[in-house]
């Protein structure tokens, strides 16, 4: 697949979110031979493009890395499912599509020069087209596509109805860094015209003719050739396998060339263990060459754990839910969703389900939301998130309709609990162990315990509670505080948002494994981190924007358009 004679200038390990940025970015002069490795397809099928189609995509055989944790002693002893896209656009195409940045606090907080809300802004403008929004706050020119959810739900407004009588705020706009994100609305969302606007589609797609990039999909690489010269460690290329366990082939770089890994938070930091770089102790016990020592390699895994409270329609309400709308008694497609999409890129398919819904304080100590609530418009089929989708299918089976009801989604966004990734072997066919430690910080546990229970008073407000029965999630039972904590537990579920396990920083001494003024990783020369895993803390909103915000942020430093360095220009208010 690749001229074992050709050498490139970027080899870009991961042709997923940030990988398909840097791959339009780094080839547009025509200067560099870009080579883009992606284990995965393409992504051009019809459930990545289709918003809905997102139900079919958790799990997927193909486009799914289809990972789970190890098991958690403090979750009931359950494997924790963690999605991760498997195809180009990575997880930009199999994501709920949500745009969402976090809140100036979020970067401020990081304490990194170059990297403070400031910083990092105009990178957000200028990766975003959404048309008109308040300036400074959003961009019309770049490649993200941003938009308003296009379909619209009557539960949507009485969702918003019932979180005013909850006493919550409205919010316009949860990316308007002028106002607090407290507050409940409508999601922006990465959507263009109502198809999906992942980062394959936005940046790779319209860069593919160019002569000198090079993607290959099927390409899974499974390490980085490290040199150990007599100048320190060096990359030189990478290897990998066309198909599993299959033949092994080599792509090199050219003098001066760099790997860029663009794996993402789970598959990055594993990379960079099976080829010498990460905490050397772990490395020798599994037999692996140890070329640099750095401790902080898939340490500080972050995520934002979940649960969910489902309430079930009265039977006169069935038919209003997003479900009903989408699938017919058998649960087979609607024609006239199918209609709608096709004309106008509109109605239930345009939509992930969740766009939807509001950021709130669960205690007054909290100095900025520490939870996001997803209202679906339909009722969730387990409490376990992602197995409505299994569950469904067994419905599906049985020729049974999908009942109607409402599922408020609840993340802890602003989780403190850590965790991290771990060889099991040194074979790269193997996962990763990955310990997602939810609640080790017992703050998160209260934020969804206190979520569930704002949540219930949200569903119990007049101008939800006409449109529904008892509760399913928890259930009514489920009323202690134990009660509540048994259900967390039992249910939480990933929302998907892994960071931070290559994290950048001033020293590896501190646990950063890249260098936040160039990404480099600490003491391997050709070797950069471009991903969510170099997002130190993990942001109070979607993960997906932000990863978009570094590579674009990365692309221009590569180029010699900018620097690292702190931005005059104050954030405007
Ligand atoms: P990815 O986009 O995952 O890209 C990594 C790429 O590397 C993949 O294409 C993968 O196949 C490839 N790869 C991995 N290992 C290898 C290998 N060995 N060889 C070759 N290729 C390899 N964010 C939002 O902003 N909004 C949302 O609504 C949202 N919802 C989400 C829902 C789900 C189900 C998921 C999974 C994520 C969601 N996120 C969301 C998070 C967001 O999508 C991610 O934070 C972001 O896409 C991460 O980008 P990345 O470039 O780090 O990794």
């Not at 170059?114 to 087209?129: N, P, Q, R």
């Not at 649960?331 to 939509?351: D, E, H, S």
């Not at 003491?523 to 993960?543: C, F, N, Y």
Request: net charge neutral; charged share 20%.
């Amino acid at each position: 697949p690749v001229d074992p004679a050709e050498k490139y200038d970027y080899i870009l390990v991961g042709g997923g979110t940030a990988g398909c940025v840097l791959a339009n970015k780094l080839s547009a002069d025509g200067n560099k031979k870009v080579l883009v490795l992606e284990a995965g397809p393409s992504g051009d099928s019809l459930e990545v493009a289709v918003p809905a189609g997102i139900a079919r995509l958790f799990a997927h055989p193909v486009m799914d890395w289809g990972m789970s944790s190890l098991t958690q002693k403090q979750l009931v002893a359950r494997e924790i499912y963690l999605a991760r896209g498997r195809l180009l656009g990575g997880s930009s195409g199999t994501n709920a599509t949500l745009y969402h940045r976090g809140t100036s606090s979020d970067y401020d907080s990081w304490g990194l020069e170059g990297w403070t809300s400031k910083d990092v802004l105009d990178w957000f403008v200028k990766a975003e087209c959404y048309g008109d929004g308040p300036k400074p706050y959003h961009g019309n020119s770049g490649s993200m596509n941003v938009e308003q959810p296009r379909y619209q739900n009557p539960l949507h407004e009485e969702f918003f109805r019932a979180a005013a009588a909850a006493g919550i705020p409205a919010n316009p706009d949860f990316n308007d860094w002028s106002r607090p994100q407290d507050g409940y609305g409508e999601f922006q969302v990465a959507q263009n015209k109502g198809q999906r606007a992942d980062t394959y589609r936005t940046y790779l797609k319209p860069a593919l003719s160019r002569g000198n990039l090079k993607v290959v999909t099927g390409a899974r690489t499974t390490k980085v050739h490290i040199e150990k010269g007599s100048s320190g460690p060096r990359a030189r290329g990478v290897e990998f396998a066309t198909q599993q366990f299959g033949d092994r082939y080599s792509a090199q770089l050219a003098p001066g060339g760099e790997v860029l890994m663009c794996t993402g938070a789970v598959h990055t930091p594993h990379l960079l263990m099976l080829s010498g770089v990460g905490p050397a102790a772990a490395l020798r016990e599994h037999g692996v060459d140890v070329v640099a020592d750095l401790a902080g390699v898939g340490a500080n895994l972050q995520d934002h754990p979940a649960a969910v409270v489902a309430v079930r329609a009265k039977p006169e309400f069935e038919k209003l839910s997003v479900t009903s709308e989408i699938y017919d008694e058998k649960c087979n497609i609607k024609l006239g969703a199918v209609a709608q999409y096709l004309f106008n890129r509109r109605g239930p398919l345009a939509t992930t389900g969740c766009d939807h819904g509001a950021f709130v304080r669960t205690s007054g100590s909290h100095s900025q939301p520490d939870l996001q609530m997803r209202f679906v418009p339909g009722c969730a089929l387990d409490p376990d998130g992602v197995k409505s989708y299994i569950v469904f299918g067994e419905l599906k089976k049985q020729g049974r309709a999908w009942p109607g009801g409402i599922t408020l989604q609840l993340l802890a966004i602003r989780a403190k609990s850590k965790g991290s990734i771990g060889l099991k072997a040194a074979d790269p066919f193997i996962n990763p162990a990955i310990n997602i430690n939810y609640f080790s910080d017992p703050a998160d546990l209260a934020t969804l315990k206190q979520g569930v229970r704002m949540a219930r008073d949200i569903a119990r407000q007049e101008p939800l509670r006409k449109y529904l029965q008892e509760e399913t999630f928890p259930g009514e039972r489920a009323s202690s505080d134990s009660d509540i904590e048994e259900y967390v537990r039992r249910t939480v579920h990933s929302g998907n948002a892994l960071v931070g396990t290559c994290a950048m920083g001033t020293s590896p001494a501190k646990g950063a494994v890249v260098s936040s003024s160039d990404l480099k990783v600490f003491g391997v020369e050709g070797l950069r981190v471009v991903d969510a895993s170099v997002l130190p803390q993990i942001p109070g909103g979607q993960t997906g924007a932000a990863t978009v915000m570094v590579a674009e942020r990365a692309a221009a430093l590569l180029k010699g358009q900018t620097t690292m360095a702190p931005s005059r220009q104050p954030v405007a208010a």
